[in-house]
């Protein structure tokens, strides 16, 4: 059913579930590393592969991270909690069983305030709790890479163990037809609040940020809310918004027509923007939840919760409040920024030395045209901050002019090496020994004549075509201003 | 005297003192149990050549003019549940047959590094759920007095290979009475530290809140040379307490009870107990307070309810633990000829490498852990555990130590219980409460049966890290009977 037709009839409620990979330096409960693409299970020890007789330890840097996320979204902290063995088999998890927290989250009670449309939406937070990541299972064979129908799988242990944070959120009703953009901003003020806490990279693209996104529907003017299905590990902010705008549109039909919604989880498809069902929550697994019996209780002393609370960072709200004055930016191009995801780009442009305009011109300019061409994120292009003030600061110096500067982002996008590298080798300098340039301009007087003449006789607008000459003979190198100026000079024409 | 009847305490000195080499006192341990473990199966498995490297690297390191330990150089048995990396670790399991783990256990580590030389893997109840060892999955030890009756379990490899003289010292777990109860009807000393006094760290996992590893010996001061030797903090066990080890050499050597006031458990004791226990146990009261103490009857009402929790908590733990022997990465697997799915290989490996108490004890786990039923059983005997807890706190505000028999009965024939879980189960009566509060708690011999002229325990209890308490007690009683009796227990047993 048309998105429009849906919300006439029905009222959308939100939840997510949001899981990090903390960036700490070991696991959760070993200490192996946590880097990412390494070769296949070369991360692992006797603790991360369960071998026989091993034990968890905690590791005390992910208890810390977890308390400061859940701190910035306005949480309580537990004064007293546990670990909680989750237990279900399935290959890549080493032990059958994950350990995470049930009854007893570290962190409770929460919000996060998101700007949607101009509006400031709360999201309250239930809860922020730690488990440990799984392995990763590669399904080969079969048409869907998934389980069902490969010939085999093979499976890589290096990411089990890795400490994961999950955040919960409440219901959310009355988002009404901004909900897929509710989903959206809530998923990137988030990513923004945890990367500014310094606590994880949160590349969406490597998985270390992923959402689960509940939806279920109300018919209009009821107030009992509906059954809710759950993507799952949909990995990218504008998949979150697709699949909560599918979601609601497939539901929609389904209620429509009469029938009912099966709670399930179900899976994003990135091409068509739609889900398919999952595994049906119906004949719900039991976890058989009961406290991990080897680890101790996690007590944080208030003190040092209190500590961690006045410690942390400026938050992203009010981070963007500061850096729009700092910029002299108005609401809207702040706004158009905040959406693209190229506040923290800007800021680290402007950081390396370009001038706030110059940096927000060439990421909301060229390379939004080019990410969006290539279907990437701004982030995931392949260009550095610092290349871009190295390429403002050519043109500042007048070494490049705009044409030229795309010409040199273009290369270090092919990766073709530092702008510097791309225009030695493209040979991008302007031209700027003006015997060079009377040399081409000759050339171009030459081969005009009747344009010349033109010029000569009084008609200067016939100089552009001149100048053009110019350029097409300079490959685009020369300095239009200059060229136009010694054309006139040598036909003794003045403006 | 022969070098397999010396106590681990003469064995050390003599080395130290090089009157005898470390590669002799392995070689005539070797001898013994090639003589003696058919007949007893103490043994999962003996390895000659890396039992005399180890004697032959101590005997260097002696040479090389370093100091060494009390105990360096002197054999050792390891409960195959211990892992280590020069011998396979089995737990007792056919899913774990041949299986060579990549590393040590805390405790064997440590002893390693204290210079035991290890003589082999000794048989227990497979994955340690047993009081007879007749559920290992390589067939049942045998007890060293009367081979046709159980060593006690699920340690009875362990305890048998000590009371057979083919090791001075053996290593155990205790979950539920495992160190104790085979101490007990073997005539030979078993502690169970404080929970978190020694580490689990590689001690392959049945009950998690409940597994302890502890030392086996022929005599009170052995086994608190081989406890203090494996004890103390270790980072690798969130478990494991931060704290100094108790001082339970210096009150092994100590033995005064003069003036201790001692509890008799007032619940233990009765119907059901053997007529010949009580009357050793009663002796033994009589006995303390002859030599001094003040004895008192304390009253424990919870421990009576203390068989049905274990038998909750101790296999929901086991059912979670037990999940990771699932064919993937380690052990048995079978049936994987490519037609199989995953999950098919897992249930036909556990169906066939699972032992039938294994599977019955991860069956009642799963169930008291499943949703709706979760706070009648789990949550429930999780209650009854603060109240043991609470008993055993009022009982020491009043006595220092609680004693109790250790097992109602003496040695049972093989095969008399098998099929009786109830039956069997009922041999850990007195000894699991001590696990689920957590206290230190040993058996020392008090004596023979007069019905059957088997070995009685008295089970001494102590506070949490009041480990030194049972080695003082125990010293003390060891000390009079043995004074009565002329010599120790063990050499009235049969010749083997």
């Known amino acids: 059913m048309p998105y429009d037709e849906a919300l006439e009839r029905f009222e959308p409620v939100l939840g997510l579930e949001t899981h990090v990979e903390l960036g700490t330096a070991s696991k959760m409960f070993c200490g192996c590393p946590t880097t990412f693409g390494a070769p296949p299970n070369t991360h692992v020890c006797p603790v991360c592969l369960a071998l026989p007789g091993s034990l968890p330890t905690t590791n005390a840097a992910a208890i810390e991270s977890t308390i400061r996320i859940g701190l910035a979204l306005n949480c309580s902290i537990a004064e007293w909690c546990r670990f909680a063995r989750k237990n279900y088999f399935y290959p890549d998890m080493p032990k059958n069983y994950q350990i995470s927290q049930y009854d007893e989250p570290l962190c409770f009670d929460g919000y996060l305030d998101v700007e949607v449309d101009g509006k400031t939406v709360r999201i309250e937070i239930e809860r922020v709790h730690l488990e440990e990541d799984t392995g990763k299972s590669t399904h080969v064979g079969g048409a869907t890479g998934r389980i069902h129908g490969a010939d085999y799988s093979i499976v890589d242990y290096n990411r089990a163990g890795i400490p994961l944070v999950e955040i919960v959120t409440k219901p959310i009703p009355g988002t009404d037809r901004l909900a897929p953009e509710v989903a959206r901003a809530y998923g990137t003020e988030l990513r923004e609040l945890v990367r500014g806490l310094g606590v994880s990279d949160v590349r969406m693209e490597e998985g270390s940020m992923r959402f689960d996104v509940n939806v279920s529907l109300m018919p209009r003017g009821s107030s009992e809310w509906g059954t809710r299905t759950e993507t799952k590990n949909v990995n990218s902010l504008r998949s979150v918004e697709r699949s909560v705008r599918g979601e609601i549109e497939r539901q929609a039909a389904i209620l429509a027509d009469g029938g009912r919604i099966i709670q399930e989880t179900r899976h994003f498809h990135e091409n068509t923007g739609t889900t398919t069902s999952g595994r049906s929550k119906e004949e719900a697994q039991d976890y058989r939840y009961f406290p991990e019996p080897d680890l101790v209780p996690i007590a944080p002393d208030p003190a040092w919760v209190a500590e961690l609370k006045a410690a942390l960072p400026e938050l992203p709200g009010v981070r963007r409040k500061r850096l729009q004055q700092e910029w002299g930016v108005s609401d809207l191009d702040m706004t158009s920024m905040y959406n693209a995801d190229a506040i923290v780009l800007v800021e680290a442009t402007v950081a390396a030395g370009a001038p706030p305009a110059d940096a927000r011109k060439w990421w909301m300019g060229e390379l939004a045209r080019r990410a969006n061409e290539a279907g990437l994120p701004l982030s995931a292009l392949r260009i550095t901050p610092d290349q871009i003030a190295r390429v403002c600061a050519m043109v500042a110096g007048g070494a490049l002019n705009d044409k030229l500067a795309r010409q040199v982002l273009e290369g270090v996008l092919n990766g073709e090496g530092s702008p510097d590298e791309v225009v030695a080798a493209r040979g991008l300098q302007i031209v700027n020994d003006e015997g060079e340039l009377m040399e081409i301009i000759d050339q171009v007087l030459a081969g005009n004549a009747d344009a010349a003449d033109k010029v000569r006789s009084g008609k200067v607008a016939a100089v552009g075509a001149l100048v053009g000459g110019v350029m097409k003979a300079s490959r685009g190198k020369a300095d239009a201003g200059r060229a136009r100026e010694l054309i006139l000079e040598r036909l003794g024409v003045s403006e | ?496």
Request: charged share 20%.
């Open chain 2, 1 to 496: 005297m022969s070098l397999v009847h010396k106590t681990a305490a003469d064995l050390g000195a003599l080395i130290a003192a090089g009157e005898v080499s470390a590669v002799e006192v392995a070689q005539a341990h070797l001898d013994r149990i090639a003589a003696v473990d058919p007949q007893v199966n103490a043994f999962l498995h003996v390895d000659a050549e890396t039992t005399l490297k180890q004697a032959r690297a101590v005997d260097a390191r002696r040479a090389a003019g370093e100091e060494l330990g009390p105990l360096a150089g002197v054999p050792i048995a390891h409960k195959d549940v211990f892992t280590t990396v020069d011998m396979p670790t089995t737990a007792g399991s056919k899913i774990l047959e041949g299986y060579r783990p990549p590393y040590d256990a805390t405790v064997t580590r440590r002893l390693r590094e204290a210079g035991l030389v290890i003589l082999g893997k000794t048989n227990l109840d497979e994955f340690a759920m047993g009081s007879s060892t007749e559920n290992s999955a390589y067939g049942p030890t045998r007890n060293p007095w009367d081979l046709s009756r159980i060593p006690g379990g699920s340690s009875g490899g362990s305890s048998a290979a000590v009371a057979a003289y083919e090791a001075p010292l053996s290593t155990g777990t205790d979950t539920g009475g495992s160190i104790r109860q085979p101490a007990a009807v073997t005539g030979i000393v078993g502690m169970k530290p404080t929970y978190g006094g020694s580490s689990r760290y590689g001690l392959i996992a049945f009950a998690s809140s409940l597994d302890t590893p502890g030392p086996f010996a022929r005599n009170v001061l052995d086994t608190a040379l081989l406890h203090e030797a494996f004890s103390g903090h270790d980072v690798m066990d969130a478990t494991s307490v931060d704290a100094p080890v108790p001082s339970v050499v210096a009150a092994a050597r100590n033995g005064d009870v003069a003036g201790l006031r001692i509890g008799v458990v007032k619940e233990f004791g009765g119907d059901g107990y053997q007529a010949g226990v009580l009357a050793r146990f009663h002796e033994t009261v009589e006995l303390l307070e002859s030599l001094g103490a003040k004895v008192f009857e304390v009253s424990c009402p919870s421990f009576t309810t203390a068989l049905p929790a274990y038998y909750l908590i101790a296999p929901s733990e086991c059912s979670s633990n037990l999940a990771r022997f699932d064919a993937m990465r380690y052990g048995l697997r079978v049936g994987d000829d490519g037609t199989r799915s995953a999950e098919e290989v897992m249930a036909l490996t556990r169906a066939q490498g699972f032992g039938p108490e294994v599977k019955r004890r991860i069956i009642l786990g799963t169930y008291a852990l499943s949703s709706g039923y979760y706070d009648a059983y789990y949550g429930q005997a999780q209650k009854v555990r603060t109240l043991i807890a609470r008993d055993f706190e009022a009982a020491f505000q009043q006595v220092d130590v609680l004693i109790s028999p250790t097992t109602p009965t003496t040695a049972f024939p093989i095969g008399e219980r098998a099929d009786d879980p109830m039956a069997m189960y009922l041999a850990d009566l007195c000894t699991i409460p001590a696990n689920l509060a957590g206290n230190a708690a040993i058996s020392v011999p008090c004596g023979l049966a007069d019905e059957d002229g088997l070995p009685v325990g008295l089970q001494i209890m102590a506070p949490v890290l009041g480990d030194d308490r049972c080695y003082r007690v125990g010293a003390a009683v060891e000390k009079a009977l043995q004074a009565r009796w002329g010599g120790s227990l063990l050499s009235r047993a049969p010749e083997l």
